[in-house]
């Protein structure tokens, strides 16, 4: 049964126009694919901070390059960005601010730069492919298996904010944090992992002295309820020594109880080196401002945990 309209009662449908659907497995060379871990992460996750959670999480601070300084980054451009290492093409931008916005980034070529990035308004799962919505099209990245050789460079890695420094800082921004908060915590020199920051630095004349950063990290997760997953071990006693002197005072060479106690074995940075307070060191293998300029250059070394 239909209903007669005059011109004054009729009301116009509503046009629905349906976006294309681009597959971006069959775009360029590139290999655009998820796990369907991922993608239930991402589609949670749309247009808010991160929680957390996908096979690997990623959170660095990116930017431009001062321009008077091309190997710092300018600090009045820099943005946080959220990714998972599994998931290709997909990436969430966090301002300082805290502007969050989600990006998929299509390849045309071969070449790096010839790419664009469309911002992402939705997205969702439909059968094995994650569906990102933009203003130009419908992007969709085919699901694959969360195991090794399914992918190209594939990486597993369990979210664990205990133990993972950007998993760390993750969690600090879902749980109260904001991206200015953690700001001085992020930047390419930060240990990977927790049980990497040392308690202790060397200071003035190579003093051990105890690491700022190490207590700033700790201090942050302790805020947050965690309980940092850090090694609880003694630190040997280890003399400010150049590194090419480290066989003369290993005890470990000594007392004739390192399997690679061998001259040609013996190198500098060995984990297992360990002093004897009690022995005196020759002033000339101190490694102090004076005789670090006597350090051949593929020996030398920044300390720089403060």
Partial sequence: MTTQVTWDTFTPREIVRTKRLIHLEDVGPYEYCTTRQDAEVIVRDIGRMPQGGTTHD????????????????????????????????????IEYDGTVTDWITVHKGLKGWDCESYLITAARIEGDELIFETDKAEYGLKMREAVNGSMCNY???????????????????????TPQDIRRFMGVSAPVELCLFSAYTRGEHGKLVPSKSFDAMMDLAHELGLRPKVSQDVHPYRPWILPIKVRKYCQRRILGICEDGKKNDCVPGCSRFYANPDIPIDPKDRWDAKSAKKVPARYCEEDDDE
């Fill in 58 to 93: 990623r959170l660095m601070d990116n930017g431009r390059p001062n321009r008077l300084n091309a190997t710092l980054m300018d600090p009045e451009d820099r943005v946080l960005e959220y990714w998972s290492h599994n998931t290709r093409g997909y990436h969430k931008i």
């Fill in 155 to 177: 990486y597993g890695q369990e979210y664990d904010p205990e133990a993972h420094t950007e998993h760390l800082m993750i969690y600090a921004l879902s749980h109260g944090k």
